[in-house]
């Protein structure tokens, strides 16, 4: 089945620098692939997805990238904000198995002031 | 609502007792998914159900675990003869088909 794997478990950036997450899946066939930001004792909301169609995607400050070749997506922050504090999900899917998803262990990012 | 609503938000029981929480998707969603999240884990998958389709049931960790969906919306996760293991924060999503699932506030079980 899919795995996802995900790095930096950890990433420390001051405020106003960039942050960027890498998650690389083993199943070729997934192609979808969202991502998610939780806060401490909050619900995991969905920031930005991707499917494999495309290669690239930008939300004001978020994007996300795909490479298919290299099995491996990454999520992109700039100008990080205190506020963008918190842990972040990769994800993948394959398109028979509808949205089930395989999640990535997560990231904890903190943006220092 | 507008959101994915789940209830009870807490639940304490103690070990060997059977628990059932609820999970109401959003309206119109045709999947509904539920995950499990140990204190500072990941995210476990556990069951998936898209429309009329026989359910994915190849997370559930044990026969002690079983779901259900009724009418195609409401669901109900049942826990029997809880373990202490079983402590954690079960996550209700739902999603239309094609879209990212939205997650439930989650129902926090603690079993003492």
């Known amino acids: 089945g899919e795995n996802v794997e995900q790095h930096p478990s950890t990433l420390s950036v001051q405020e106003g620098d960039s942050a960027v997450i890498k998650c690389t899946y083993s199943?070729?066939?997934?192609?979808?692939f969202p991502w998610y930001k939780q806060e401490l004792g909050k619900r995991p909301q969905l920031i930005i997805d991707?499917?494999?169609?495309?290669g690239e995607k930008k939300d004001q400050r978020i994007a996300v990238t795909l490479n298919k070749t290299a099995k491996h997506f990454s999520l992109h922050i700039t100008e990080t904000q205190p506020e963008d504090s918190a842990v972040y999900f990769c994800?993948?899917?394959?398109?028979?198995?509808?949205?089930?998803?395989?999640f990535g262990a997560g990231t904890i990012l903190r943006v220092k002031s | 609502g507008a959101g994915v609503s789940q209830s009870p938000s807490n639940k304490v029981t103690e070990k060997g007792k059977d628990v059932e929480l609820r999970c109401d998707p959003i309206s119109g969603h045709t999947a509904l998914y539920w995950y499990r999240q140990s204190l500072g884990q990941g995210l476990e998958f556990l069951i998936y159900f898209q429309g009329n389709s026989a359910p994915d049931k190849s997370g559930l960790p044990s026969d002690r675990f079983s779901a259900e969906r009724t009418g195609g919306s409401v669901s109900t996760l049942t826990i029997q003869r809880t373990q202490q293991e079983d402590s954690a924060v079960y996550l209700c999503a739902s999603s239309l088909a094609g879209t990212g699932p939205l997650f439930g506030e989650g129902s926090w079980l603690t079993v003492v």
């Open positions: 991707i499917r494999s169609n495309v």
């Open positions: 994800a993948a899917s394959r398109p028979e198995y509808g949205n089930k998803l395989v």
């Open positions: 199943d070729s066939a997934s192609n979808y």
